[in-house]
């Protein structure tokens, strides 16, 4: 058996292909566009291992999307290869809506072909897996209840906006044509390969180079965090024992402000890797809001524990130590993404 993983050399798909080449005999078809976030050095433990097939491609291309799923004939798709980053789409829509939209769109065509030509058993056994976020639901007032599956879409960036649009697409492909899907939407992750432009990798990289940790406003806005590992464990549940056509939120009830996130990080860096000039935290520096700042996220992931026994292995405390750890160990991975270095080992693989 196979599947097929979109997005799968960023930081959320090689901590899943990771993880499902450890748990699991059934080989991977990893298709990644290798945009600057996507990065095969994540998966340098898997090279060579037969169980994963990685191609460099754009979900956008229908002729690659169609040949790979008559090769391979995967029991199943997860989708997570996207545009990120907030920041960058407030600064660059378009790459956005190409590929969170557009690519979307082509994927689940091609996937409906596909699903369409399978004789009746692969049919009800196949899965269309659409990771999305929980910046859809939009922004929380301070003491409002956590978002559920059923809180109106409210998308306040041209990042959560695309992803909304995909996560409409999803459903409509499923009500129209029946494609079994599922969509599961996921609160902010942290933990090993996460590119050091989103909060707590750049906080740790940073403050290791004595340069500024700079918070957005005030800082008080509030982001509910869940350890990357533990993602992945719920995507596997919902891709095996989801109900088709549902929707399932997952978090991992630590509600923390952006404050309380970077101070916790300095004080782990003073115990574990003490600086001579003092502690970290004198780097914190406050600068101009986002603009449309969310402020408040937070997530009611009682559906996927009722209906799946899911819950979240670790805790904010013991996921970040092991996160903060994980960069003081692997300072050659992050000077090779802050060099460039794997974007020119990509060109010199791929060429023009
Ligand atoms: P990432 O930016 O680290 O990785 C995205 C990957 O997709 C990269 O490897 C990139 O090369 C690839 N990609 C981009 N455009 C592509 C295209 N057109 N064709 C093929 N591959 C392409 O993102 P991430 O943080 O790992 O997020 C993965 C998914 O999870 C996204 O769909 C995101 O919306 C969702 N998500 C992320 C978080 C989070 O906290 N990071 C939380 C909830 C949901
Ligand atoms: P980020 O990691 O970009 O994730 P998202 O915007 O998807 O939640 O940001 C997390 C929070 O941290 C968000 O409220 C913005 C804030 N932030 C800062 O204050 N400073 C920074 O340098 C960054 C990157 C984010």
Redesign the pocket.
């Known amino acids: 058996m196979t599947i097929l993983v979109?997005?799968?050399?960023?930081?959320?798909?090689s901590n899943f292909v990771l993880d499902w080449l450890e748990q699991s005999d059934e080989t991977v078809v990893n298709?990644?566009?290798?945009?600057y976030?996507?990065?095969l050095q994540n998966l340098a433990s898997v090279q060579g291992d037969a169980r994963h097939v990685f191609v460099h491609?754009?979900?956008?291309d229908r002729a690659l999307v169609d040949a790979l799923l008559a090769r391979h004939q995967p029991r199943a798709i997860v989708h997570?290869?996207?545009?990120?980053?907030v920041d960058r789409s407030i600064h660059g829509p378009g790459e956005f809506m190409?590929?969170n939209v557009e690519?979307s769109f082509t994927l689940l065509e091609a996937a409906r072909a596909h699903w369409g030509s399978l004789g009746d058993v692969a049919k009800a056994a196949f899965r269309f897996h659409h990771?999305?976020?929980?910046e859809v639901y939009g922004s929380l007032a301070p003491g409002a209840p956590a978002f559920t599956e059923a809180h109106p879409y409210a998308p306040n960036s041209p990042y959560s906006a695309s992803?909304a649009a995909s996560d409409h697409l999803v459903r409509a492909w499923h009500h129209t044509y029946g494609l079994p899907v599922v969509t599961t939407n996921?609160?902010?992750?942290y933990g090993p390969f996460h590119?050091p432009e989103?909060l707590i990798p750049l906080m740790i990289v940073n403050a290791l180079a004595g340069k500024p940790l700079p918070i957005y406003g005030d800082g008080q806005q509030v982001r509910d965090w869940l350890y990357v590992a533990d993602?992945c464990s719920a995507i596997r549940e919902v891709l095996a024992r989801g109900r088709v056509g549902e929707t399932y939120n997952i978090g991992g009830w630590n509600e923390k402000t952006n404050r309380e996130i970077v101070h916790t990080v300095c004080a782990l860096l003073d115990e574990l890797r003490p600086s001579a000039a003092g502690p970290y935290a004198r780097l914190i520096t406050h600068v101009k809001d986002r603009p449309g700042h969310d402020r408040r996220y937070a997530i009611d992931a009682r559906k996927i524990e009722r209906e799946l026994g899911w819950r979240p292995a670790e805790t904010f405390e013991t996921g970040i130590r092991k996160t903060v750890v994980w960069y003081l160990a692997h300072a050659d991975w992050v000077a090779n993404v802050q060099s460039g270095g794997y974007r020119e080992w990509v060109s010199k693989q791929y060429g023009a």
Do not use: P, Q
Request: aromatic share 4%; charged share 15%.
């Open positions: 979109t997005g799968g050399a960023g930081f959320i798909g298709l990644d566009a290798l945009t976030a996507g990065n491609g754009d979900i956008g997570l290869a996207a545009e990120s980053h190409k590929t690519g990771v999305s976020t929980d992803k996921c609160s902010n992750n590119f989103k993602h």
